[in-house]
């Protein structure tokens, strides 16, 4: 990634260098800092008619120091030599007020990565306005050529290219470059109190990667007309069938329920699973930050710790759960590489995890359900991550005889994440939204509230 006006990333490890001296000059003990630049375009259409046209850069600094056990986290976008020093001794004097953290810490010269494999994560061409905005009116004009679209929710094209680069008083310095396409569109269908609106998306980091705007556009028409007429079904207890970008929601919750900061807060439900069946044992969820075009691929994680491909689930069976430095101490293990930055916090994230797919298509899976709710969109936060009790809104269709049958709104589901985890069954559509992927997703033992 390139930092804006005009500064390469050779300016940004210079500029992260003289923060980390700054912050020792000051009386820093330790500490670890990041300086981050993009550049981004975005344009908007709807209704034939421009609504954006945008370009913007940034950058900024983040600076976490360490003294006498005690902790500051501070942040600025002053990059200059004086800005980077009155930042430091900012930071070092709160850090002087503040309450000690025994679990936080940096890594050992030993634990740091020191070698990285060179990753497909930045398209070295940079996008024309004009180009975006083509793609932006093929998707708008393929979606209101769906017979029942009325309307135009907004279409919208983008780019950003970043960059960080992260460096620590143990010797760690390293960098990170990525771009991002993404198209998106929504779509009107019917009028009045019966609209219904949709959506679709596409994002990649190359941009021959990105799906048809034209496509966008046509599912985005398709999935809102779709809708039309829908109501509430049937109260009853039946297989209940995520379509991918849905699942992936559900697996989000999975995941969030081995996250090392849940697990020594006391809030998970899996904090005592490791080694224990906790999905199918036909399933299993892998991570593979190395994976090429990945858009989750890092070469190290958020505190220059290496990363590695690995099964997070195995046959069914946790193997892990995902733990920065801090994470790990707590609980009195060793970290596995998960550090996630924002800013100058370290939280816990993954990268490019993905639940495995399965050998049947989806129609096979319909028909094997024979009667089921499939779910296209799901409402609120209906999760106890510490009991399992799931209750969540969702949006589908009703199946009948193995097929998609009428449209159903204002449904409720209801049960156990636990029992659901152990249920599923996939089928052979794996598909990825950013850097998690899953296929549809079929759960059984759920209520299925409606009329």
Do not use: C
Not at 425 to 438: C, P
């Amino acid at each position: 990634m390139t930092q804006a006006n005009p500064a390469t990333a050779l300016d940004l490890e210079d500029r992260v260098g003289a923060l980390i001296d700054r912050a020792r000059a000051a009386g820093a003990d330790a500490a670890d800092a990041s300086v981050f630049g993009s550049d981004q375009i975005s344009v908007g259409r709807r209704m034939g008619q421009i609504e954006t046209l945008e370009r913007a850069d940034s950058a900024g600094v983040d600076l976490r120091v360490f003294v006498d056990g005690q902790i500051a986290q501070v942040s600025g976008s002053d990059l200059s030599d004086q800005g980077l020093a009155r930042l430091a001794k900012r930071a070092v004097g709160m850090a002087r007020h503040s309450p000690a953290d025994p679990f936080a810490r940096l890594a050992e010269p030993g634990q740091v990565v020191t070698q990285w494999p060179t990753l497909e994560t930045t398209d070295p061409v940079e996008p024309s306005t004009d180009g975006l905005l083509d793609m932006a009116e093929a998707m708008e004009d393929a979606m209101l050529s769906v017979q029942g679209v009325t309307n135009s929710g907004g279409v919208s094209a983008g780019w950003t290219k970043s960059s960080l680069v992260m460096a620590t008083t143990n010797g760690f310095v390293g960098s990170v470059q990525a771009t991002r396409f993404g198209i998106s569109g929504s779509a009107i269908a019917g009028s009045g109190e019966a609209q219904k609106r949709d959506f679709d998306y596409d994002l990649a980091v190359f941009a021959e990667d990105l799906g048809d705007p034209a496509a966008v556009g046509r599912e985005a028409g398709r999935r809102a007309v779709s809708q039309l007429g829908a109501r509430p079904g049937a109260t009853a207890k039946v297989p209940v069938i995520f379509e991918p970008r849905v699942a992936v929601r559900m697996l989000g919750l999975l995941t969030g329920a081995i996250n090392g900061e849940s697990v020594v807060r006391g809030t998970s439900l899996l904090a005592d699973h490791v080694g224990e069946l906790v999905i199918s044992p036909d399933l299993s969820v892998h991570e593979d930050p190395f994976k090429p075009r990945g858009q989750g691929s890092r070469p190290f994680d958020g505190e220059g710790l290496p990363v590695q491909p690995r099964a997070i689930f195995e046959n069914g069976v946790l193997q892990t759960h995902l733990h920065n430095l801090a994470t790990a101490a707590q609980a009195g293990v060793e970290p596995t590489g998960h550090a996630s930055r924002a800013g100058a916090s370290i939280g816990v994230g993954h990268a490019n995890l993905w639940l495995s797919p399965g050998s049947a298509s989806v129609e096979d899976m319909l028909s094997a359900a024979g009667e089921a709710l499939y779910v296209t969109s799901l409402m609120g936060q209906g999760a106890n991550m510490i009991t399992g009790d799931y209750s969540q809104g969702a949006t589908g269709f009703w199946v009948r005889d193995g097929q998609l049958a009428e449209p159903v709104e204002s449904m409720t589901l209801g049960g156990r994440l636990q029992d659901m985890w152990r249920s599923m069954s996939v089928a052979d559509d794996l598909t990825f939204f950013g850097g998690m992927g899953t296929p549809t997703v079929q759960m059984d033992g759920l209520t299925v509230a409606g009329a």
